[in-house]
């Protein structure tokens, strides 16, 4: 199947956000495309789909959308008069099934674990005060969302001290190093780096998930512990996706060159490529791959193609912080595309599956159970 223009999917990918822009004849063949990807997703076995009657369906609700477009304005200005008084006094009341107060997305927060063993909470509300101590300084700049630490001056210690930088779920943090280079943490991860590199060697060791722009130093390698994995550079992009609770282990290389070591051996990435292990099966390939679906997150979003539904809820839980229920299990293998607006309510999502699938949600507190309609 050809990629599509990243101008065309930005159109249809519009109506996860709500958005309703006007879908025309030439816009069938993209459409038929989503059309068919929704009906290899339902596994609608003997079903049959006309898509030919489905696309006019389609072009006259679009239509009847938009003679009513013009009413919108009024209407909203008299709902807001009547609506928003009601909903304030209800805030804190919500229903046990629905939209649910408690699933928020993540925001920029972390935890400093020094290597005197103090605990520094950092967020957007925490204070910017540096801290000092045996030759260097970190500081929390509040409005990035990001640690940066420097080192001041010499260290007499004989063994390397390490501070860790834990993520926790609902959250995410960035990280810049004495270097110069980048490190993007994701939701329930850390990273545990050395008060100061040695001179020959930079070394940090991941737990989780990390998109890393690596400073270019060739007279002291980046090496990644991530697992029993190690990947090594000079200087380069790349993200490392090594959750425990992950059956796949993951290294994307968005640009330069990496060396991935461990147990089953040594392979060499070029840009656009992927080291995967599948930790359950003890295989283990390298794949080409779009690299911007693995690097999404830092950018706001989570772009998935044909991903797994449990797969897909994986990422999403440790965002929004919640327990998904399954009490239909092959809800698990269904394959979805699209993509997910971190910053949006999740139950955005959930509310256009249940519209266009057979799968539907309970959300109560934190807990979300999914089930599926019977077939009529």
Not at 5 to 24: F, I, K, M, V
Not at 157 to 183: F, K, S, W
Not at 205 to 220: C, K, M, P, S, T
Request: proline share 5%; charged share 25%.
């Amino acid at each position: 199947m050809e990629k599509f223009p990243e101008q065309s999917w930005e159109r249809l990918a519009g109506s996860w956000r709500g958005e309703t822009p006007p879908l025309e004849e030439s816009d069938r063949a993209l459409w038929e495309e989503q059309f068919l990807i929704r009906r290899a997703a339902l596994r609608a076995g003997g079903c049959v789909h006309d898509v030919e009657r489905a696309w006019r369906r389609h072009l006259a609700a679009r239509r009847a959308a938009r003679r009513v477009t013009r009413w919108i304005g009024y209407a909203a200005a008299l709902a807001a008069l009547i609506l928003v008084p009601y909903l304030l006094a209800r805030v804190g009341d919500a229903p046990s099934g629905g939209v649910s107060l408690d699933i928020v997305p993540g925001t920029a927060r972390a935890e400093l674990q020094l290597s005197s063993g103090e605990i520094v909470p950092l967020d957007a509300r925490a204070a910017a005060t540096p801290w000092r101590g045996r030759g260097i300084v970190l500081v929390n700049d509040t409005a990035a969302g990001r640690l940066r630490y420097d080192v001041t001056g010499e260290d007499t210690a004989r063994a390397p001290r390490y501070h860790v930088l834990n993520v926790p779920r609902g959250g995410e943090y960035q990280l810049e190093l004495p270097d110069g280079t980048m490190i993007w943490i994701n939701s329930r991860s850390s990273v545990r780096f050395p008060e100061r590199f040695a001179a020959d060697a930079r070394e940090v060791y991941l737990q989780g998930e990390a998109y890393f722009v690596v400073a270019r130093d060739d007279r002291a390698p980046f090496r990644v512990h991530a697992g029993e994995q190690v990947i090594t550079v000079t200087g380069t992009t790349f993200n490392v996706s090594a959750y425990d609770d992950d059956e796949i282990w993951r290294a994307t290389l968005v640009e330069g060159s990496v060396r991935v070591s461990g147990p089953g051996g040594e392979v060499t990435l070029s840009p656009s490529t992927q080291h995967v292990l599948d930790r359950a099966r003890g295989t283990s390939a390298v794949e080409a791959v779009d690299a911007s679906l693995y690097t999404s997150w830092v950018h706001g979003r989570f772009h998935f193609r044909a991903y797994a539904f449990d797969e897909l809820v994986k990422k999403l839980e440790r965002w929004y912080d919640f327990q998904m229920i399954y009490k239909d299990e092959s809800v698990k293998k269904r394959r979805f595309t699209g993509f997910v607006d971190k910053h949006e309510p999740i139950e955005r999502m959930f509310s256009l599956l249940e519209m266009t699938t057979n799968i539907q949600f309970q959300v109560i507190d934190k807990t979300i159970t999914v089930t599926t309609r019977p077939a009529r």
